[in-house]
């Protein structure tokens, strides 16, 4: 009976479905011939209207900044040299890497026993040289005495010659006589002919003396200068690097031991191209004092510093283009030299400019307009920078008008859109970061420094030595920062926010 009821359901079942399904196809075919026989009705086309984003350029002066790479070098760097071969028998605490040192102290000493003994020679030396010349004068001395005494005696004989003469022209005296006379002469000229021969010799050797004796205070204060050589002192204040020497250890004739740099003294060379170059020269083609900022990225923190164009390498460099520009840093503090920067050079001020995005400038320098109707036209424009995302034009045609912010395939002259114009506030920002060009307030000043009291700073100094994420050279230059009588405030307050976190 059961089996029965459930059979009768199923039929009925059946039965309604198969007229729901008959329903609805008469129901299909209807409309399909009603869609038949209606007459044709062309279709009305739309105009298809595109939202785009629009800037409106102003006219107005804007400086170009050109930004490039390069590398922190001091302008006064001195290699330590060995003046002598030796041991190293002094070296003064802490001479060793990153040390700081004052003018004029001494750094290390080499053993200078073969150089006193060699001094002490040469004085020895200049002693006998000395004694040689006061010898020499006692003779000359004398030999001047013994030729007055030979020129006197020689005056007598010829007196008596005289004398011998006149008697024997009287009558009174004998030939024999005056012959006696004569010969006595003769010898007394003989003699004085030999004393000046002797004083000749007596002035040669006082003047070989002499010449001795300079020769040997020559010798002397060689050996002095070799004697304070072993000595080493710092030429100027800086800092030690690259130092090799160690108490005991032996060390050859100009063999570098350490190197001093000043880090007060440092400047930063990077190379333009010449066309960039071309546009930091005066009409008379010298290199303009442009103002120059300096970015060392720290732990993704920037520290930045100002400075100015300095000089330009005299050379191009074998292999190498462009030009290499030095500019001096004013504040040095936080950088050392080999860092990597990034530099931005202020080029001279253009006027009657404006800043467009990059994407509203095709490759054939023109713009899409927005027109009468809100139809887009073609404009050329005259590119002069390109600022990252941003390129600077002239183009007083589109000045004032709104201006296709991103080009796309689809847009085009003549083609209507419907412009999205942003808010005054938000297009200066987007612009000035578009084209890597801050606003005055907010251009980074120098460096600010803070003192540290020592428990803030062995917090810091442990905290960085523990961080084993950071690179060996990046852990250095931070320690280098923080061992500084001041440390730049922005370091500090990234270390906090890390330690913090």
């Not at 196809?25 to 409309?31: T, Y």
């Not at 900044?65 to 002598?84: C, K």
């Not at 460096?447 to 009291?453: K, Q, S, V």
């Amino acid at each position: 009976m059961q089996f029965l009821r459930r059979s009768l359901l199923g039929l009925f079942l059946l039965s309604v479905t198969v007229a729901l399904l008959g329903l609805a196809g008469q129901m299909v075919w209807s409309a399909v011939q009603s869609r038949m026989a209606a007459p044709q009705r062309p279709p009305v086309a739309r105009e298809r209207v595109f939202a785009v984003n629009v800037v409106t350029p102003q006219p107005g002066t804007i400086t170009p900044v050109l930004t490039t790479f390069g590398e922190v070098r001091s302008r006064r760097t001195l290699d330590l040299r060995a003046p002598a071969a030796g041991r190293v028998v002094e070296l003064a605490p802490g001479v060793e890497d990153g040390a700081a040192v004052a003018e004029g102290q001494l750094l290390f000493r080499i053993d200078p026993t073969d150089a006193t003994a060699a001094r002490d020679i040469a004085r020895a030396d200049l002693a006998r040289a000395e004694a040689d010349l006061r010898d020499a004068g006692r003779l000359l001395e004398l030999a001047r005495d013994e030729l007055a005494a030979a020129e006197a005696q020689a005056a007598l004989r010829r007196q008596a010659l005289d004398r011998q003469s006149s008697l024997t022209q009287r009558g009174v005296g004998s030939e024999a006589a005056v012959e006696t006379a004569a010969l006595a002469l003769s010898a007394a000229e003989q003699a004085v002919l030999s004393r000046r021969q002797a004083l000749a010799q007596a002035e040669t050797r006082r003047d070989q003396a002499e010449a001795a004796v300079a020769r040997q205070r020559i010798t002397l204060a060689e050996a002095e200068r070799r004697l304070a050589e072993t000595a080493v002192h710092a030429e100027f204040a800086g800092t030690l690097s690259d130092v090799t020497l160690v108490r005991g250890g032996l060390v050859t004739a100009n063999e570098r031991v350490a190197r001093i740099i000043d880090p007060l003294a440092l400047e930063v060379s990077f190379r333009l191209s010449t066309t960039q170059y071309a546009r930091l020269l005066d009409p008379d083609g010298a290199l303009i004092p442009a103002p120059v900022e300096i970015a060392l990225d720290v732990l993704g923190l920037e520290i930045a510093t100002r400075g100015a164009l300095s000089r330009v390498s005299g050379t191009v460099g074998e292999g190498q283009t462009g030009r290499l520009v030095y500019a001096r840093i004013e504040a040095p503090r936080g950088f050392r030299p080999g860092d990597f920067v990034e530099v931005r050079v202020a080029e001279p001020a253009l006027e009657d400019v404006a800043l467009l995005p990059a994407t509203a400038v095709d490759s054939f320098d023109t713009v899409l307009v927005v027109g009468a109707g809100d139809r887009l036209e073609l404009a050329p424009v005259e590119v002069l920078r390109r600022q990252g995302d941003a390129v600077i034009v002239r183009a007083p045609e589109v000045m004032g008008r709104d201006v296709v912010a991103e080009r796309a395939p689809m847009l085009g002259a003549g083609i209507r859109v419907r412009p999205i114009r942003p808010a005054p506030a938000a297009e200066a920002t987007q612009a000035a970061a578009a084209g890597g060009v801050r606003p005055a307030a907010a251009t980074p000043e120098a460096a600010t420094l803070i003192e540290l009291d020592p428990e803030r700073r062995a917090r810091l100094v442990a905290f960085v030595e523990g961080n084993t994420r950071l690179p060996p050279a990046v852990r250095q230059r931070i320690l280098a920062q923080l061992s500084e009588a001041q440390v730049p405030a922005q370091v500090v307050e990234r270390l906090e926010a890390q330690m913090g976190t």
